[in-house]
């Protein structure tokens, strides 16, 4: 995965992008069948697609499909950081000790004595 630089300028990144205008599909009658209002961007170093077609002029959905790119690529160049592990506290330590203490000495106390062991060392 490698980082990709993004221009400030919108028209540096329709540069960088394959613009694709198509008839829209869904409602709107005439005309949307008339018009190819709708626009698909793909970014050609990274493979990015982003299609809209929600507003009648192309214009307004070219803009779209810009900014809807940018936050593409900004999520696409996000690196989460590295983790910094930790070593658990004293105190978490002593109480999960005590609380295996506690438990061992519940399930001790519910085992059956065993009489028959003694009765044999009488004799």
């Known amino acids: 995965m490698s980082f990709i630089d993004i221009p400030d300028c919108d028209d540096a990144l329709l540069l960088e992008c394959k613009v694709e205008t198509f008839r829209s599909s869904g409602k709107g009658g005439q005309?949307?069948?008339?018009?190819?209002?709708?626009?698909?961007?793909?970014?050609?170093?990274?493979?990015?697609?982003?299609?809209?077609?929600?507003?009648?002029?192309?214009?307004?959905?070219?803009?779209?499909?810009?900014?809807?790119?940018?936050?593409?690529?900004?999520?696409?160049?996000?690196?989460?950081?590295?983790?910094?592990?930790?070593?658990?506290?004293?105190g978490s330590i002593e109480r999960r000790l005590s609380t295996k203490k506690h438990k061992s000495k519940k399930k001790n106390s519910r085992k059956k004595l065993n009489f028959n062991k003694d009765s044999d060392s009488l004799d």
């Open 31 to 90: 005309h949307a069948n008339k018009t190819e209002s709708a626009v698909r961007l793909t970014h050609i170093s990274s493979g990015i697609q982003v299609t809209c077609q929600d507003e009648r002029s192309q214009y307004l959905n070219k803009s779209k499909c810009v900014k809807e790119l940018r936050i593409r690529i900004e999520k696409y160049n996000y690196k989460p950081p590295r983790r910094i592990s930790t070593k658990p506290t004293k």
